[in-house]
Every structure is written in C-alpha cells, then in structure tokens.
Nanobody, 121 residues
C-alpha cells in the first residue's frame, strides 16, 4: 500500500502563490506518472497537471503559464507551484500517483486526501 501525504494548501488572495507538495511512501514498486487534480464546488474533478517519470509535463489550458508541476524522484514527491492564482482556481486539490507494478501492463493508482486551496479577496 502506498500512502500520499499532501500539504501546502491554504487561503490566498488573487495573484498570490502557493506550493503544494505530495509525498508518497509505503510499498512503492515504481512510480511512473504523478499528477494533480482538483475539484471545485459544483464542478467535476479535472486534471490540472501531469508529469511522467521522464519529466514530461502536461497542463490543463486554464493553468498553463501559471502552474508548474515538478517531482523529486529521490523523495517520491510531486509539487505544484501555483502562481498568479485566480478565484477560479479555488478547489480541493488531490495528488495522484501511478505505481507501476508491471511496466506497461499493471498499475496501481493512489490518491491523496486532498488539500483545500481558496483564492479570494
């Protein structure tokens, strides 16, 4: 079993910044992809950012140029640097880790418990 511990959420004013962290621990086989999702009130969960084990990144259009996902493989940690925050970024942010038991064949997906990000003046 893999455990994910999230931190870094909080209340910020528009234009502010936050850095989210998600550390994985436990019975990790081989983490492939890591990502951040968010779910805003009254909305469906959406993918915010994704990073592969090779460092390739993808972002949803609404956060491009403002958010940066990164990872520290030695620490099994994924980060989300969030700059120029907007009220529409308000959501519960969940980290996601894809643990690859068999390359290209079998994966276990784990979720963090979520951290609240509120952007409001």
């Amino acid at each position: 079993q893999v455990q994910l511990v999230e931190s870094g959420g909080g209340l910020v004013q528009p234009g502010g910044s936050l850095r989210l962290s998600c550390a994985a621990s436990g019975s990790i086989f081989s983490i492939s992809a890591m990502g951040w999702y968010r779910q805003a009130p009254g909305k469906q969960r959406e993918l915010v950012a994704h990073i592969t084990n090779g460092g390739s990144t993808n972002y949803t259009d609404s956060v491009k140029g403002r958010f940066t996902i990164s990872r520290d493989n030695a620490k099994n940690t994924v980060y989300l640097q969030m700059n120029s925050l907007k009220p529409e970024d308000t959501a519960v942010y969940y980290c996601n880790v894809d643990d690859e038991l068999v390359a290209g064949l079998y994966h276990r997906v784990y979720w963090g418990q979520g951290t609240q990000v509120t952007v409001s003046s």
